[in-house]
């Protein structure tokens, strides 16, 4: 079906570069809001959208929280990215088109710690429990795996013990630049915005029997300015060629 798809997408968007190419349809302007954790990928579609069509891409970034709280707010862009769970609720509420969400990538929640620190074993759920007892500071999003992670806490006894350890900065903020900066010695966050951060070291994914993983989808703003170059733009997130770089980027095609 992806196959399908990706032909059909493959079609419109040579038929739009043959009638650029003519001066017969004028470059648009397509405004996308995304969050950090999709940032190469997104990027990535963009630069290669821009090169298929002539059209401009905006791209703006934040956390997933402020997201959902910009779009419900009344701001608009012409495709927003979040989370599956946020891009269903902002359907539900009037302001994405329904039935038009494409779901394109999974991410994991990743642990990191600054570089300089022994490296830790985080292979066991018993093992990540020691680490998270003998951190100093412990940082976590504002987002989605900030709010499982503080659930996982309760669920492995020791919420109580370092709740005075934790820094969750708001919505948007980098936990890896954080550990970078010295402002903690141990974080959490997804795999994709760990992976790439210098100053830091990447310690692995947490335990399988504890993981959560996020979906990542798009969809398409019902007051959208350009809604054609939208869809396309969406389409082309699960493009089958695209998804070598997506696990590039530290995340799985969805």
Same mark, same amino acid.
Do not use: C
């Given at each position: 079906?992806?196959?399908?798809?990706?032909?059909?997408?493959?079609?419109?968007? &040579? #038929? +739009?570069?043959?009638?650029?190419?003519?001066?017969? #349809?004028?470059?648009?302007? &397509?405004?996308?809001?995304?969050?950090?954790?999709?940032?190469?990928?997104?990027?990535?579609?963009?630069?290669?959208?821009?090169? =298929?069509?002539?059209?401009? #891409? #905006? $791209? %703006?970034?934040? @956390?997933?929280?402020? *997201?959902?709280?910009?779009?419900?707010?009344?701001?608009?862009?012409?495709?927003?990215?979040?989370?599956?769970? %946020?891009?269903?609720?902002?359907?539900?509420?009037?302001?994405?088109?329904?039935?038009?969400?494409?779901?394109?990538?999974?991410?994991? +929640?990743?642990?990191?710690?600054?570089?300089?620190? /022994?490296?830790?074993?985080?292979?066991?759920?018993?093992?990540?429990?020691?680490?998270? $007892?003998?951190?100093?500071? *412990? !940082?976590?999003?504002?987002?989605?795996? @900030?709010?499982?992670?503080?659930?996982?806490?309760?669920?492995?006894?020791?919420?109580?013990?370092?709740?005075?350890?934790?820094?969750? /900065? /708001?919505?948007?903020?980098?936990?890896?630049?954080?550990?970078?900066?010295?402002? =903690?010695?141990?974080?959490?966050?997804?795999?994709?915005? &760990?992976?790439?951060?210098? @100053?830091?070291?990447? $310690?692995?994914?947490?335990?399988?029997?504890?993981?959560?993983?996020?979906?990542? %989808?798009? @969809? +398409?703003? %019902?007051?959208?300015?350009? /809604?054609?170059?939208?869809?396309?733009? +969406?389409?082309?997130?699960?493009?089958?060629?695209?998804? !070598?770089?997506?696990?590039?980027?530290?995340?799985?095609?969805?």
């Amino acid at each position: 079906m992806k196959i399908v798809h990706w032909f059909a997408v493959t079609i419109m968007l &040579l #038929v +739009i570069t043959l009638l650029f190419s003519a001066g017969l #349809v004028n470059a648009t302007e &397509l405004r996308i809001l995304a969050p950090n954790a999709v940032k190469e990928t997104i990027t990535e579609i963009a630069s290669r959208y821009e090169r =298929a069509t002539g059209d401009r #891409v #905006v $791209l %703006s970034w934040a @956390g997933t929280e402020a *997201i959902t709280k910009q779009i419900s707010d009344g701001n608009m862009f012409d495709v927003v990215i979040s989370t599956l769970q %946020s891009i269903d609720k902002l359907e539900k509420e009037g302001k994405l088109a329904s039935g038009r969400r494409v779901d394109f990538a999974k991410s994991a +929640i990743g642990v990191a710690v600054r570089a300089g620190l /022994p490296l830790a074993d985080i292979s066991s759920v018993d093992a990540l429990k020691q680490l998270l $007892l003998q951190a100093k500071v *412990i !940082a976590i999003s504002s987002g989605t795996s @900030g709010r499982y992670l503080t659930e996982l806490f309760q669920r492995l006894g020791i919420a109580e013990q370092i709740k005075g350890r934790i820094k969750q /900065p /708001p919505s948007g903020a980098q936990i890896g630049e954080m550990l970078a900066h010295g402002e =903690a010695d141990l974080g959490f966050q997804q795999v994709s915005e &760990l992976i790439h951060v210098n @100053g830091i070291v990447y $310690l692995g994914p947490l335990p399988s029997e504890i993981q959560s993983i996020t979906i990542y %989808s798009a @969809g +398409i703003h %019902s007051a959208a300015s350009a /809604p054609t170059a939208a869809m396309i733009f +969406i389409k082309m997130l699960t493009a089958p060629n695209f998804g !070598a770089f997506i696990i590039k980027t530290g995340m799985e095609p969805a």
